[in-house]
């Protein structure tokens, strides 16, 4: 069956379709010895679809990870300005995956990372607006700043859905932690909410993804695969 090249490429494991739609046009994509385009549809059982001069073929199975991301590491699968990446992490699996959504690199905590692009286009596109958790360690007023966070905000010109926040405990030096739920992933989101709030963040972690908890028995930088049942609660993510 033919498909477009971006969701075939994703579906073999060779990145995200937006990874791959920009692999296209660098013009890292061949079909049939010619560059691709954009809007390009092929089939591999007819076609031959090489990246950087390397044949693709399906993956042999599809799997996800689910990553303690520790700070210090930016996510993606390499860095041009030589920074530790995630995938450095994850090395030692047998099989090509890539992260699923965004952490910065002064964030921790959940982290899946998948070969299946079917699974990350459910729990990255907007129109599924999965929930994400994350705890935060704040200082600034709280009062006002609890009141502001739930009220609608924008970011770059994009209306947000009210966000979910509860004051959890006080810790020491006037810093406070609360739980951030929001549905979008915008670039450093509940740290730029909170600026707008007031508060400034000093520590972040992504507890929970969708119904899917982060591992309190994992370890910033370990690792492992997701359980059969854990798959079915990403799969029905957004439902």
């Known amino acids: 069956m033919r498909e477009r090249l971006q969701k075939l490429l994703s579906a073999c494991g ?89 952490l910065d690199m002064d964030s921790e905590g959940l982290l899946l990372m998948t070969n299946d692009g079917g699974l990350t286009q459910r729990l990255t596109h907007p129109s599924h607006q999965v929930e994400k958790e994350y705890e935060t360690w704040v200082m600034g007023d709280l009062e006002i700043g609890l009141q502001r966070l739930k009220r609608p905000m924008c970011l770059d010109g994009y209306p947000l859905r009210p966000a979910r926040v509860r004051h959890l405990r006080d810790g020491e030096g006037g810093v406070h932690v609360l739980s951030v739920v929001i549905h979008e992933g915008r670039n450093r989101q509940v740290r730029r909410m909170c600026g707008q709030a007031g508060l400034t963040v000093v520590r972040l972690k992504r507890i929970r993804e969708g119904k899917l908890q982060l591992d309190r028995a994992l370890r910033p930088g370990q690792w492992r695969e997701l359980t059969a049942e854990e798959l079915v609660l990403l799969k029905n993510a957004g439902k």
């Not at 076609?47 to 799997?63: F, I, K, N, S, Y």
């Open 14 to 102: 060779v990145g995200s379709r937006r990874e791959m739609e920009r692999y296209i046009l660098d013009g890292r994509v061949q079909v049939n010895g010619k560059t691709a385009h954009l809007g390009q549809s092929a089939d591999l059982t007819v076609d031959l679809v090489e990246v950087d001069g390397q044949a693709v073929r399906p993956p042999e199975r599809t799997a996800c990870l689910m990553l303690y991301k520790p700070r210090g590491y930016v996510t993606t699968l390499s860095d041009e300005r030589g920074r530790r990446s995630v995938a450095e992490l994850v090395k030692e699996f047998n099989l090509r995956v890539w992260p699923v959504g965004r």
